[in-house]
């Protein structure tokens, strides 16, 4: 079954194209990695599964009637503001609306320790998030978007300056959260993310590429990416590596 299905869409803002023509697929279960440079509409795209942004043509059909759950991008977060962790974790069940002198139910405040619990952040549940690490800051966001216990969850490069051990953790944990929900996740690691996804979709303002294919071709990543990409691999243990070939299809 697809849970989600993206028709010619089209997203410009004023007279720049950010999304052109996209069309794409999500089977419900299904770990998608989204790659593309800077500037290629990642976000766009996201936003538009979202709801968020209305598309200029084409549509978005989302095949589940839960909330998403979304990760934003990092950078847009004011980790400065006074706020505890638990409350940070609480406001994801208000949708963004603050409303001021909003008490909790036991209920959510349950709910809000079992998942800090499973993410192992229930030790920091009192702590201000300007005291925890960009890790430790990233599972706490994760954790807001599944209190309202989503099929789908959207993050947008939630491993963006954290190390590759803290890489590794949020991309083990997004896998365990795979066991029963679909996974959609931007990420610029374009080696590491292949030992955990399904399928990889290659954005550069047209989807250049949407498929379980990881032997991508050289020249696949260089059009999406418009200049030569190096490839990582990662760990020591078996995984599913991103292969470079050139078009003859000879590993280089
Ligand atoms: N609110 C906006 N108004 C005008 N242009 C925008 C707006 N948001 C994004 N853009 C433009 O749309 C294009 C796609 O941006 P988007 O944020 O979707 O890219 P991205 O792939 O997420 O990039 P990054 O990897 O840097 O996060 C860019 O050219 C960007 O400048
Ligand atoms: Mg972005």
């Keep these: 079954m697809n849970i989600i299905e993206v028709n010619n869409l089209t997203v410009k803002y004023d007279n720049v194209t950010a999304l052109d023509d996209i069309n794409i697929k999500i089977k419900?279960?299904?770990?998608l990695g989204v790659i593309g440079p800077?500037?290629?509409g990642k976000t766009t795209l996201l936003k538009s599964l979202l709801?968020?942004?209305?598309?200029?043509?084409?549509e978005v059909k989302i095949n589940?009637?839960?909330?998403i759950g979304y990760v934003p991008q990092f950078s847009n977060f004011d980790r400065t503001f006074p706020i505890k962790v638990l409350d940070v974790i609480l406001l994801g069940k208000l949708e963004g609306k603050i409303k001021f002198l909003h008490r909790f139910k036991n209920t959510d405040i349950?709910?809000?320790?079992e998942i800090m619990h499973s993410l192992g952040i229930y030790k920091f549940r009192n702590r201000q998030i300007s005291q925890l690490s960009g890790g430790q800051l990233q599972k706490v966001l994760i954790a807001r978007a599944l209190i309202m216990e989503p099929e789908i969850m959207i993050l947008d490069e939630p491993t963006a300056s954290l190390d590759a051990n803290s890489k590794t953790e949020i991309y083990n944990l997004l896998k365990r959260l795979n066991e029963d929900k679909t996974i959609?996740?931007?990420?610029?690691?374009?080696?590491?993310?292949?030992s955990y996804i399904d399928t990889v979709a290659c954005l550069n303002k047209k989807m250049h590429y949407h498929g379980d294919d990881t032997?991508?071709?050289?020249?696949?990543?260089?059009?999406?990416?418009g200049c030569p990409v190096e490839l990582i691999a990662h760990g020591n243990t078996p995984h599913r590596v991103l292969h470079v070939h050139d078009e003859e299809g000879e590993e280089i």
């Design 184 to 194: 959609i996740v931007v990420s610029h690691d374009v080696g590491v993310i292949n």
């Design 215 to 225: 032997k991508l071709s050289k020249r696949t990543l260089e059009n999406v990416y």
């Design 110 to 113: 349950n709910k809000a320790e």
């Design 64 to 67: 589940d009637h839960r909330p």
């Design 51 to 58: 709801g968020l942004i209305k598309p200029n043509i084409g």
């Design 28 to 31: 419900k279960g299904e770990f």
């Design 38 to 40: 800077n500037g290629g």
